[in-house]
Nanobody
Framework: QLYLVESGGGSVQTGGSLILSCEAS????????MSWFRQVPGKEREGIASLYTGGGRTYLTDSVKGRFTISHDNDKNTLSLDLSDLKPEDTGSYFCAADGRWCGYAEYKPESSHFEFWGKGTQVNVSS
């Protein structure tokens, strides 16, 4: 079992920055594919960033490339998502998720159905 708790959401204006964190507990000695998903009302969760804690390529969806950075601190068992140059379309609930399968390859794209463990989310609001 892996338990995930997100933090760091908030309200900012266009162009602002936030840092989201996802603290993991439980089976943290294992390696995991960890991802950030974003959801807005009426739409499915969209995988926007992923990495494998054992190493390999990271994934960023096109709309956040150059603005968001995903990273993982193995000592703190914490996944982070640095959000910069925020836009109103970045508004949504951000969820951290984990799955035990390898995802550090170039063609990987996160799908919500692949993930076993989820946090409860943190809200990001970007006003124009």
């Amino acid at each position: 079992q892996l338990y995930l708790v997100e933090s760091g959401g908030g309200s900012v204006q266009t162009g602002g920055s936030l840092i989201l964190s996802c603290e993991a507990s439980g089976r943290t000695a294992n390696t995991w594919c960890m991802s950030w998903f974003r959801q807005v009302p009426g739409k499915e969760r969209e995988g926007i960033a992923s990495l494998y804690t054992g190493g390999g390529r990271t994934y960023l969806t096109d709309s956040v490339k150059g603005r968001f950075t995903i990273s993982h601190d193995n000592d703190k068992n914490t996944l982070s998502l640095d959000l910069s140059d925020l836009k109103p379309e970045d508004t949504g609930s951000y969820f951290c998720a984990a799955d035990g399968r390898w995802c550090g390859y170039a063609e990987y794209k996160p799908e919500s159905s692949h993930f076993e463990f989820w946090g409860k989310g943190t809200q990001v609001n970007v006003s124009s």
